[in-house]
């Protein structure tokens, strides 16, 4: 009896082409982050800042300038994210391929929503944005466990270093958050710290560390075409 796995989607494309796909992604992500975080002005006409301002801030339509940007740039970006994990599971076989599939369709569609639904939409946007952070790090968890329990066929175990991140920052950041009680949970936030806030801090460590791995792998992935 054939063990080959049956391909999760139908479209066969180059690795290449799913790398670019990988960084084209990222780089739309980043992009509207920083078009948002530029003229941003907080309910207190404070400047944007990474080290006291949460992540989700920036798409905030009553107080993001060009929050459109950085919900646009996410909406665009966790596609794509959720279609290259889709086309990079057909090297992976047996339960690691299921699991991988499972978590990267749900980052990908909780990603996507936390555009389309910014903290204007409180309860729904902490509800998609809760399943991205916690199925976000379970994708480079996943990767790095078949990887270590066996090598995987064009990548190299240097990913494990980059996805040990991952799992780290956000493991720390869902125990850290896990504590935090805002003082107006459905208003804007009025005990920011001025300087440096732990919480959302860790929250941009977690994001970016993720970002940082979908650079890598699709790296990789650029290099494989190339030798």
Avoid: K, Q
Avoid at 134 to 140: K, P, Q, R
Avoid at 160 to 181: D, E, H, K, Q, W
């Amino acid at each position: 009896m054939s063990t080959t796995p049956v391909r999760v989607v139908s479209v066969s494309v180059t690795s290449r082409r799913l790398a670019l796909l990988g960084l084209a992604s990222v780089g739309v992500i980043l992009v509207g982050m920083v078009a948002a975080a530029i003229p941003y002005h907080g309910h207190a006409a404070e400047s944007y800042s990474p080290l006291n301002h949460f992540v989700s801030e920036l798409g905030e339509i009553a107080g993001s300038r060009l929050a459109w940007a950085f919900n646009l740039g996410l909406i665009l970006g966790g596609m794509g994210l959720g279609s290259f994990l889709l086309l990079l599971v057909d090297r992976f076989e047996g339960p690691f391929r299921i699991a991988l599939v499972v978590v990267g369709v749900a980052a990908g569609i909780s990603g996507t929503l936390v555009g389309v639904y910014p903290m204007d939409y409180l309860l729904t946007h902490r509800i998609v944005s809760s399943i991205l952070f916690l199925t976000g790090w379970l994708v480079a968890a996943i990767f790095s466990l078949r990887l270590l329990v066996r090598p995987l066929p064009g990548m190299p175990r240097w990913l494990l270093v980059p996805g040990g991140v991952v799992v780290a920052v956000s493991v720390t950041f869902i125990a850290v958050y896990s504590t935090y009680r805002p003082a107006n949970p459905d208003g804007p936030i009025a005990n920011r710290p001025a300087d440096f806030w732990s919480v959302p801090f860790l929250e941009w460590a977690s994001l970016l560390s993720l970002l940082a791995w979908f650079v890598c792998v699709s790296l990789v992935l650029l290099r494989e075409r190339s030798e």
